[in-house]
């Protein structure tokens, strides 16, 4: 499933297509997704304006000039490609191909120009159906069933040791199954927590409550730092490209060449300290990560 990092590079390029536009008409080529599309989902969206393209833990956040609000999820694959109104891409940057099986096509949005910038059409394609479109008033959205149970934002200014240690502070659960309850930290997944713990040098199976202690607190501070330190050079990258992931342009992310523990299993650690990685298995989810300087 897309992380945080994946969902921000789909935001960062749907945004110069949609943000400003108007959706001119809206083509949906089936009932239901994950869940059935909201009543008069394509009406609803018709005529309007986009005021902002935002992104909520792994979720988009369309924002509408009538106060209401697209929500949309990649589920496990997920994608959209942007094209202009005469079918060639919003970038001229692209080494794959953008073209998928249209039978897969489930959403298309056609979208008005914005100044000089031509008409654009997003197309939403998801050949497993676990994405989601909902629309939610503004004044609703965080109470919402999608958001209200949701943690903090993983790159917000909220996140840093002190927060981590008051979170974490007496559970008894994995350093990594506390990192990806969504109800603590909204956003973080299973390829991110692995990076991140690697790069503060703790252990996925160490206490979570350690960090909140007087003597945790440093490396919950290391925690956060590597965390955000992560996260944005994952997005800078363009997030991972492992299975379905593509940004909108059709390009792959890259930052799955700078993995420093995921997918390792069995290599030398990059620090050089004699360690191996090893792969564990948490809650269902493959957990790669050092013994030597992961303690």
């Known amino acids: 499933m ?13 945004q110069p297509a949609m943000e400003g536009a108007t959706f001119d008409k809206v083509e949906v080529n089936r009932k239901d997704l ?3 599309f909201p009543r008069g989902f394509a009406k609803r969206l018709t005529g309007r304006r986009v005021i902002s393209v935002g992104r909520r833990a ?8 009538d106060g209401e ?20 891409k919003l970038t001229a940057r692209s080494y794959h191909a953008v073209a998928k099986v ?13 100044g000089r910038r031509p008409a654009a059409t997003v197309i939403f394609n998801d050949p497993r ?5 909902d629309i939610i008033p503004r004044a609703e959205l965080a109470q919402s069933k999608h958001f209200r149970a949701m943690g ?3 790159l917000g200014n909220e996140l840093d040791g002190g927060l981590i240690a008051r979170l974490f502070k007496g559970r008894k659960a994995p350093l990594k199954a506390a990192l990806m309850d969504q109800r603590l930290i909204a956003g973080l997944g299973n390829i991110y927590v692995c990076e991140a713990l690697w790069r503060a040098r703790l252990s996925p199976d160490r206490k979570a409550g350690t960090l909140g202690t007087k003597a945790g607190v440093p490396k919950a501070a290391a925690l956060a730092a590597a965390i955000r330190a992560v996260l944005e050079a994952a997005i800078e990258a363009g997030g991972s490209s492992l299975r379905d992931h593509k940004r909108p342009d059709g390009e792959l992310g890259e930052f799955q060449h700078a993995f420093a523990v995921y997918d390792r299993e069995g290599k030398p650690c990059l620090r050089h300290d004699g360690g191996i990685i090893r792969r564990t298995v948490h809650s269902g989810r493959s957990t790669f990560f050092c013994p030597v300087c992961q303690k």
């Open 69 to 88: 609000v697209l929500v949309m999820h990649l589920g496990m694959s997920g994608s959209f490609r942007v094209a202009t109104a005469k079918g060639t």
């Open 152 to 154: 903090i934002e993983p």
């Open 129 to 133: 159906r676990f994405g989601l479109m």
């Open 102 to 114: 249209s039978a897969h096509d489930h959403v298309v949005f056609h979208m008005s120009g914005i």
């Open 2 to 14: 897309p992380e945080l990092p994946e969902v921000e590079t789909v935001r960062r390029g749907l």
């Open 34 to 36: 994950r869940v059935p």
């Open 58 to 65: 792994k979720y988009l956040t369309v924002d509408l000039d």
